[in-house]
């Protein structure tokens, strides 16, 4: 099993910034990606960045320039830098990780952590 331990939600002007981290433990593969997801109320899950165990990263479009990805391997844990955040960015922003293995592959969800992007 692997336990997603998220921080760093709140509120934040518009504008402005803030930086979410999460750190996993368990039983983790030595190739995996994390990343982070977001949800609005009534709408689908949808991803904002991922990185792999190698870091190769991947962005929203609508985020890139504006967000920045980075992990820790020593430590499994990955931090969004969130820039220039806007109102429609208010949402639940959840940690996300998938283990890969060489037959499948296993997803893991972090609880959670509500950004208001709000004046």
């Known amino acids: 099993q692997v336990q997603l331990v998220e921080s760093g939600g709140g509120l934040v002007q518009p504008g402005g910034s803030l930086r979410l981290s999460c750190a996993a433990s368990?039983?983790?593969?030595?190739?995996?990606?994390m990343g982070w997801y977001r949800q609005a109320p009534e709408k689908e899950r949808e991803l904002v960045a991922t990185?792999?165990?190698?870091?190769?990263?991947n962005y929203r479009e609508s985020v890139k320039g504006r967000f920045t990805i980075s992990r820790d391997n020593t430590k499994k844990s990955v931090l969004l830098q969130m820039n220039r955040l806007e109102t429609e960015e208010t949402e639940v922003y959840y940690c996300y990780l998938q283990n890969v293995w060489t037959w499948t592959t296993f997803d893991f969800w972090g609880q959670g952590t509500l950004v208001t992007v709000s004046s």
């Open positions: 990185i792999t165990s190698v870091g190769i990263a």
């Open positions: 368990g039983i983790i593969a030595s190739r995996y990606v």
